[in-house]
């Protein structure tokens, strides 16, 4: 996590899922848990698709040098792609993106010159490049008070472009066609949004405790393939309502107000 790094999460006491097409809410008991959680201001994103050998988890923080490089929506969208398609040509992100081959190959040359991507050596052509992301989990600052200007306005632009992307990558999954999408998919797919009364230091523990559960699943799962195996999107957010009142102290200032009346 690192200093200025935040969890997110959201909710009351109304918990609303959903599965697949189906959204049902259903209202908690006043002491019932109510959860949803993302990694907000130390934003992630994770990539695991070639294969290794080894088994040890490889993280990187980007400096500043390399946020600057990755300050352009088109960057922080190709990187995003390869992470979920894997390795692309300049030719394939740019019918990906609606862009020519000329604009997305100048933005492939500006992330691999900071490392952000790599050649595939052994499928490229004389003509043709092909790119992929890095194995392992690339992790960025959000804006903070102690970069520079130009080094926050380039960590505000990351971020909000990668929040945007996964946000219309949600929109995409709930705007798709109930026939476009097997009985099976449709079940599997889980939607979750709650409220809580917490402290910084459970919320934290909670995001520590999710992290460990997803590190494990990509430890299980990682580098599988077969005919039912589709690459997933696995997300939190948590992350405090400053202007929310917790729903204790609420009910007390009630009962204050009725015994005075």
Same mark, same amino acid.
């Given at each position: ?8 999460s ?8 959903a ?5 049902? %809410? +259903? ?7 109510? $959860?949803? #959680?993302?990694? @907000?201001?130390?934003?992630? *994103? /994770? ?17 500043a ?17 390869l ?10 992100l ?32 004389? %003509? +043709? ?7 392992? $989990?690339? #992790?960025?600052? @959000?804006?903070?008070?102690? *970069? /520079? ?32 999408v ?80």
């Amino acid at each position: 996590s690192g200093e200025g790094a935040s969890t997110r999460s959201w909710g009351v006491d109304e918990k609303v899922s959903a599965r697949g097409p189906s959204i049902r %809410r +259903e209202f908690f008991a006043k002491k019932c848990l109510q $959860r949803v #959680s993302c990694k @907000g201001i130390f934003a992630s *994103m /994770t990539e695991n698709e070639a294969s290794r050998t080894d088994e040890t988890s490889e993280e990187r923080t980007l400096d500043a040098g390399a946020l600057k490089a990755l300050a352009h929506p088109l960057r922080v969208r190709i990187l995003d792609l390869l992470a979920e398609r894997g390795p692309q040509t300049a030719s394939s992100l740019a019918t990906l993106i609606g862009e020519s081959s000329g604009v997305t190959s100048y933005h492939l040359r500006a992330l691999a010159a900071r490392d952000l991507i790599h050649e595939v050596a052994d499928l490229g052509t004389a %003509r +043709e490049r092909w790119w992929e992301r890095p194995r392992g $989990r690339m #992790s960025f600052s @959000g804006p903070t008070d102690e *970069m /520079t200007p130009s080094g926050r306005a380039a960590a505000q632009i990351v971020e909000d472009e990668f929040f945007r992307n996964r946000h219309q990558r949600l929109m995409d999954h709930l705007h798709r066609p109930q026939s476009q999408v097997p009985q099976e998919w449709r079940d599997a797919a889980h939607h979750v949004t709650t409220m809580l009364d917490m402290t910084a230091a459970q919320l934290q523990e909670l995001g520590e405790r999710i992290d460990a559960v997803i590190d494990e699943a990509v430890q299980l799962y990682r580098d599988q393939s077969g005919p039912d195996v589709r690459r997933v999107t696995i997300r939190a957010d948590l992350f405090d309502l400053p202007d929310a009142r917790p729903r204790a102290a609420a009910q007390h200032r009630t009962t204050e107000t009725e015994e005075l009346s």
